[in-house]
T-cell receptor
């Protein structure tokens, strides 16, 4: 099993450009999450999904959109990138509701100039 | 979800036990205590979790006080590879979200 994979690993965008980050998991997990990590801030939840076709806002959702068309994939979109969105983005998944650990991907390092 | 408080940094000699404290005084009865760690810039890695009882697995032990207001993660024989940021999180899984704070940066010293 590959676990949780993220594409791309690195990206540089200009202000105003758009892009989509792809997260894929092969563990048949129901729940998927997108976090961002900034220096000194820990990880903050952007959006999450409790199943195929469902999404919900996390702590810092503004400027991002997500979609979960297939159970194994969770997409994070930036419609008009801003320098404040420069960050490392982590995707995670978990099997069940309840006390269940999250499995994290390797991260995507995004720079917006 | 209960707020957790951790020291920002700790040092531990290689081969000794590392004891990482976490305060979660506002934890509610159905919230679990989870520990994750993040090595360098990798994605966080699950370590252990518990509700009331002490727990042990191949990586670590988790000691939760009887009043559940604090806990300690124990790495019995720290190695250089255990140098990482350790996050303590308290949450009730039904909310499907986890809030990570800034954690404790553990430096294992040769």
């Amino acid at each position: 099993n590959a676990g949780v994979t993220q594409t791309p690993k690195f990206r540089v965008l200009k202000t105003g450009q758009s892009m989509t980050l792809l997260c894929a998991q092969d563990m048949n997990h129901e729940y998927m999450y997108w976090y961002r990590q900034d220096p000194g801030m820990g990880l903050r939840l952007i959006h999450y999904s409790v199943g195929e076709g469902t999404t919900a806002k996390g702590e810092v959702p503004d400027g991002y959109n997500v979609s979960r068309l297939k159970k194994q994939n969770f997409l994070l979109g930036l419609e008009s990138a801003a320098p404040s969105q420069t960050s490392v983005y982590f995707c995670a998944s978990s099997l069940r509701q309840g006390a269940d650990e999250q499995y994290f991907g390797p991260g995507t390092r995004l720079t917006v100039t | 979800d209960a707020k957790t408080t951790q020291p920002p940094s700790m040092d531990c000699a290689e081969g000794r036990a590392a004891n990482l404290p976490c305060n979660h005084s506002t934890i509610s009865g159905n919230e679990y205590v989870y520990w994750y760690r993040q090595i360098h810039s990798q994605g966080p890695q699950y370590i252990i979790h518990g509700l009331k009882n002490n727990e042990t697995n191949e990586m670590a032990s988790l000691i939760i006080t009887e009043d559940r207001k604090s806990s300690t993660l124990i790495l019995p024989h720290a190695t250089l590879r255990d140098t990482a940021v350790y996050y303590c999180i308290a949450f009730f899984g039904g909310y499907q979200k986890v809030t990570f704070g800034t954690g404790t940066k553990l430096q294992v010293i040769p």
